[in-house]
């Protein structure tokens, strides 16, 4: 491999690295983001301890600047008092100075060498003296000074250097023996006659008070600040965890009560332990577990008396309506022979007995539904046949209600395991349903096939659906629009009974519609029976389904009430 084909193999490396580790972190935050969305207890702890440690910082500020404001002002107030003295003993032992600046430097190192051999009782503690001659506007070189004149800072000295009865203290740190060492420096002028004359020699005096101690004092209260704020929140966070527990911990067995209630465990409730808040939530769900059960239980015996009712009655109309159908076959047959008025009448007897049949039919195929006996026998079938078969079936519907009928079918074969009865049925009411409120335009059936599932959509033109209308057209009997003229005379169960059929086989029946948009009904059915599919291979709302501004410009709008 060349150097460059390394260059580009570390770099796709590198890259592919770098993806991982994204990818990696993105799931690590996902999955933090999801522990944080669902758990209340984890919510309420974090909080309380950032709330917890913003007070706990504030009230170590507080408490850090107190005592270190406390201990400086004590050892300041100390120390003014002890240099206070110090002056004294310094004016008693330079009286008298000459103006030589021998003298004066001599004098200075007695006078320092003095004030460090005592002793005095005071809480300022050790001090270094430093005897300064140094006038405003004196030369460098003539100044005369007994200690570490050094440490002193400039801007002390230039305050001290004014004569002003004032005594002045400057925190400052110096470097001693490659260490740093911090004072509190406390400066004020020395005046002390003349030898020989009345006028008087400007010195200063400076204590310089090392604090070590008082450094060490904070240090310790820092420590022991922290320490204590650490333990602070440790405990509060246990007491957090605590208390959380004991009130989560009851709404989360409420919740799994819940949920085991709402996937048909009727009989679940929640332990009732105490006479606090939670036990008379638990009490109150108890009690509305009951009623819902309760209420369940009259739902079911109505529904299933409903169902044997209509069952019964379907079965037992069958022997009359069997009679009676024998009769008006035998007047239809004679119709020629009757007056014109008779002749119709027994046409409307017959067409009226075909559409009562079909309704005992419809009703005895949802009685069975709803009973649960029927079995699905289901084949390998190619839908694009199916498809076609319940086209022919309602094409005489279609041409008499002006409603072109387009398919939209696939080159290749959509196999899939069916009851091709029951999907023609289903297909076959989609078609009709689409001729009844397709307005005369045309119907379009589309079949497509996925990976795991296949689709057919039946698409008209017509008047649409209102908003919630796609989940009403499956309810028994619905219709927005009683008073609408029907071509296919239907009986109001079409739609529920292709529900029921495409259940049946694992799948979906899904609506779609806008008004003046029309509407599209999308069947879809796994490729094999009791296997769950991903996706429907054809979109629901159409890919052909206009934007709303377009509909409101079309030339031919629906009236709003001719709505199913």
């Known amino acids: 491999m060349t150097g460059a084909g390394r260059v580009r193999a570390a770099a796709t490396r590198l890259a592919t690295a770098v993806r991982r580790a994204a990818a990696a972190g993105r799931r690590r935050s996902a999955r933090y983001s999801e522990l944080w969305r669902r758990s209340l207890q984890l919510r309420v702890a974090v909080s309380t301890l950032a709330l917890g440690s913003a007070v706990v910082f504030v009230l170590g500020i507080v408490l850090q600047n107190q005592i270190t404001g406390q201990l400086l002002g004590t050892k300041e107030s100390a120390a003014v ?93 110096v470097e001693r023996f490659g260490a740093p060492v911090t004072y509190l420096i406390v400066g004020t002028p020395v005046l002390v006659p003349n030898s020989g004359s009345q006028r008087q020699v400007g010195l200063q005096l ?56 709402a996937d048909g465990e009727l009989d ?25 059960q309760r209420q369940i239980h009259q739902l079911e015996e109505f529904g299933t008396l409903q169902r044997r009712f209509t069952s019964d009655v379907s079965h037992e109309l069958r022997t009359p309506l069997t009679t009676v159908r024998m009769a008006a076959d035998v007047l239809h047959a004679s119709r020629a022979q009757f007056p014109a008025g008779l002749s119709r009448s027994t046409e409307l007897l017959v067409d009226e007995l075909d559409r009562f049949e079909s309704l005992l039919g419809d009703l005895l195929e949802i009685s069975r539904l709803d009973a649960g006996v029927e079995e699905l026998v289901a084949e390998h079938a190619d839908l694009r046949a199916i498809a076609k078969r319940a086209v022919d079936s309602v094409r005489v519907i279609a041409h008499n209600a ?12 959509v196999t899939a395991e069916v009851e091709s009865r029951r999907v023609e049925r289903i297909i076959r009411n989609l078609l009709a349903n689409a001729v009844d409120h397709g307005e005369g335009r045309p119907v379009e059936l589309r079949v497509a096939a996925g990976p ?19 989940e009403l057209v499956f309810n028994r009997f619905w219709r927005a629009d009683p008073s609408r003229n029907r071509h296919t005379g239907g009986t ?20 779609w ?14 490729r094999a029976t009791g296997e769950p599919y991903t996706a429907s291979p054809l979109p629901l709302p159409p890919d052909d389904a206009a934007p709303a501004a377009e509909a409101e410009a079309r030339p031919d709008p629906v009236p709003e009430e001719a709505h199913r």
Not at 221 to 244: D, F, K, R, W, Y
Not at 452 to 470: I, M, P, Q
């Open 81 to 173: 008092q002890q240099t206070r003295a110090a002056v004294g003993i310094a004016e008693r032992e330079l009286g008298g100075i000459s103006g030589d600046s021998e003298d004066i430097r001599n004098r200075l190192t007695s006078a320092r060498n003095r004030l460090i051999s005592l002793s005095p009782d005071n809480t300022a503690g050790a001090f270094e003296p430093v005897l300064v001659n140094d006038s405003a506007g004196m030369p460098p070189a003539e100044v005369s000074f007994a200690g570490d004149y050094a440490a002193v800072p400039r801007s002390l000295r230039e305050f001290v250097q004014r004569d002003t009865p004032t005594t002045v203290t400057q925190i400052h740190t």
């Open 206 to 261: 400076y204590m310089l008070y090392p604090l070590t101690a008082e450094q060490k004092t904070i240090s310790t209260e820092q420590s022991t600040l922290v320490i204590g704020g650490l333990v602070l929140l440790l405990l509060l966070a246990g007491i957090t965890n605590l208390v959380t527990r004991q009130v989560v911990l009851p709404v989360r067995r409420a919740a799994r009560a819940a949920e085991r209630f």
């Open 268 to 292: 679940e409730r929640m332990v009732v332990a105490g006479e606090d808040d939670v036990a008379r939530l638990a009490q109150s769900y108890n009690q509305m577990a009951e009623s819902i």
């Open 402 to 413: 002006g409603s072109e009928l387009v398919l939209h079918l696939p080159e290749h074969e």
């Open 452 to 470: 795991d599932a296949v689709a057919v959509t039946v698409r008209d033109h017509g008047v649409g659906l209102r908003a919630g209308e796609d």
């Open 492 to 511: 109001g169960l079409g739609l529920a009974i292709s529900l029921e059929d495409a259940r049946l086989h694992g799948g979906g029946l899904d609506a």
């Open 513 to 526: 519609g806008e008004p003046g948009l029309g509407s599209c009904f999308r069947l879809t059915l796994p």
